[in-house]
């Protein structure tokens, strides 16, 4: 079935540092792909999307690239600051589903 | 625009106990949905409505039953509550069902079940 692995966390990284969060899906068809973030408390946010192969999603310096060859997704950042800690999920939609993954958890420290 | 808003916050049932969670959204979307969030399992559906008077399961919809009670309301009952339904549950909302359609959610409800 279809189905989102994303890497383990907690990451915990220093301010400015760079970020990169796999995500890996399956899927039968082509399915949109999906960055959320979700603080403390809250519920969960958009940050990106992506529709179809090779479009990049991007939002608040953050990125990611649809490879389809690779069936990946992964979460980028250049430069991460202490408002960035939040716990980040990547997400498929099939279009009648969406499907999450476990969530990864980002500290990022002064 | 409040968005997708839900009630309680926060609630402690004793097992064997009922209750609803209540959602409403103000976006004029068609489609709602219920997901339950469990450390290190991500968020799982529990049901959705693709649009106004129909629902569906989910991926775990046992002991959970909802109503679609207009385009803009969509609640989830627990008839008999028990210590595995302790989680946190979050409604959600989308202009529709298609590949564009981004989900948007509300800020959850935290249920304990003693």
């Known amino acids: 079935g279809d189905s989102v692995t994303q890497m383990e966390g907690p990451v915990t990284l220093s301010e400015e540092a760079f970020l990169t969060i796999n995500c890996t899906y399956t899927?039968?068809?082509?399915?949109?792909l999906f960055w959320y973030v979700q603080y403390p408390g809250e519920g969960l946010q958009l940050l990106l999307k992506a529709t179809k192969a090779d479009d990049k999603g991007s939002n608040k310096g953050f990125e990611a690239t649809y490879r389809k060859e690779t069936t990946s997704f992964h979460l980028e950042k250049g430069s991460v600051q202490v408002s960035d800690s939040a716990v980040y999920f990547c997400?498929?939609?099939?279009?009648?589903?969406?499907?999450f993954g476990t969530g990864t958890s980002l500290t990022v420290i002064p | 625009n409040a968005g997708v808003t839900q009630t309680p916050k926060f609630q402690v049932l004793k097992t064997g106990q009922s209750m609803t969670l209540q959602c409403a959204q103000d976006?004029?979307?068609?489609?709602m949905y219920w997901y339950r969030q469990d450390p290190g399992m991500g968020l799982r559906l529990i049901y959705y409505s693709a649009s106004e008077g129909t629902t569906d399961k989910g991926e775990v919809p046992n002991g959970y039953n909802v109503s679609r009670l207009n385009k803009r309301e969509f609640s989830l009952r627990l008839e008999s509550a028990a210590p595995s339904q302790t989680s946190v549950y979050f409604c959600a909302s989308s202009e529709g069902q298609g590949l564009d359609y981004e989900q948007y959610f509300g800020p959850g409800t935290r249920l304990t079940v003693t």
């Open positions: 976006m004029n979307h068609n489609s």
């Open positions: 899927a039968t068809g082509y399915p949109s």
């Open positions: 997400a498929l939609s099939t279009g009648n589903q969406f499907y």
